[in-house]
């Protein structure tokens, strides 16, 4: 039986009660995390620490707790739950209260939950097949950038990919691949440069995005940040997209168009070998 947090208290899935009137229900008026666990330790923490803090400080609401306090929530969840590896999925909320747009006054109790998911993350076998990808317009909001549970637009965009045979969509808008719809995206020219949007609205800022770039430049490879087309990336000689879940993930096929061999290309592998090494060791 699967032991979650919810408002202080570890307890059975089973008997984790949440308000009919919480915002997070009502308006979506939550933002969440999601850190990754492998050989019982979690990686980036301190990353998905600081993002949760811009994310709830963007959309005027309080840090519920302080970064101690939540990593020993995280530690205990990953201790009574016996995961070796996997995901832990972190909620905040502005709280329950009678509905209305306007905020609840200051002082309405947050709802912080939290979970546990038993999920095999380096031997992932699409590392070793690649993924197909198909592009789709975003129409999400413009605060990309802020990690809220409005993410409604994105699955309708995954399940619109796999009505069309492939495993993700890439999002555009004004014509350039924003991101993926739970990941962000690179593409590696064919003079070897490895280019991927740069931060702003438009993007969420992704903590494995950071580390990746920063093991591209350990690796030597040239990085570009800077938007690029749907055309552009169907041309490409390898892409990649990389997220907490996934870590780094090949891309062989965009709308249709075959890229390199057809088969994982070496800067996405190294790239995830790298990514791997470095979170075995710097894991808390």
């Not at 308006?27 to 709830?56: C, K, M, N, P």
């Not at 309080?62 to 996997?86: A, F, K, W, Y």
């Not at 637009?153 to 924003?178: C, E, I, N, Q």
């Not at 249709?256 to 070998?273: D, F, M, S």
Request: with cysteine; net charge negative; aromatic share 8%.
């Amino acid at each position: 039986m699967r032991v979650v947090y919810l408002n202080g208290s570890f307890l059975p899935e089973e008997e984790a009660l949440i308000s009919p009137f919480d915002r997070g229900f009502l308006f979506a008026d939550a933002v969440y995390e999601v850190t990754s666990v492998i050989e019982g330790r979690l990686i980036d923490f301190d990353g998905h620490w600081e993002r949760l803090q811009r994310s709830l400080g963007m959309l005027k609401m309080g840090v519920p707790m302080d970064r101690d306090t939540l990593l020993d929530m995280h530690r205990q969840l990953v201790s009574r739950n016996g995961i070796d590896e996997g995901l832990i999925y972190l909620q905040v909320t502005r709280g329950a209260a009678d509905r209305d747009f306007a905020f609840p006054p200051e002082g309405t109790p947050q709802t912080v939950f939290a979970m546990t998911q038993a999920k095999g993350l380096i031997d992932n076998p699409v590392a070793k097949k690649g993924m197909k990808i198909v592009t789709v317009d975003d129409l999400r909001w413009d605060l990309c950038d802020v990690k809220t549970v409005q993410l409604l637009y994105p699955s309708l965009a995954k399940m619109a990919a796999k009505g069309r045979g492939a495993d993700d969509a890439w999002l555009v808008r004004d014509g350039l691949v924003t991101e993926g719809t739970s990941n962000n995206t690179y593409i590696v020219t064919d003079d070897g440069e490895i280019v991927t949007r740069d931060l702003s609205h438009a993007i969420l800022h992704g903590i494995t995005r950071k580390a990746v770039l920063a093991c591209a430049e350990r690796l030597g490879y040239r990085l570009v940040e800077r938007a690029f087309t749907p055309e552009e990336a169907e041309g490409a000689r390898e892409a990649f997209i990389s997220s907490a879940g996934t870590f780094v993930l090949p891309v062989v096929s965009i709308n249709g168009h075959t890229l390199g061999n057809g088969a994982p290309g070496p800067v996405a592998e190294a790239l995830r070998a790298e990514y791997i090494r470095v979170a075995r060791e710097t894991a808390i």
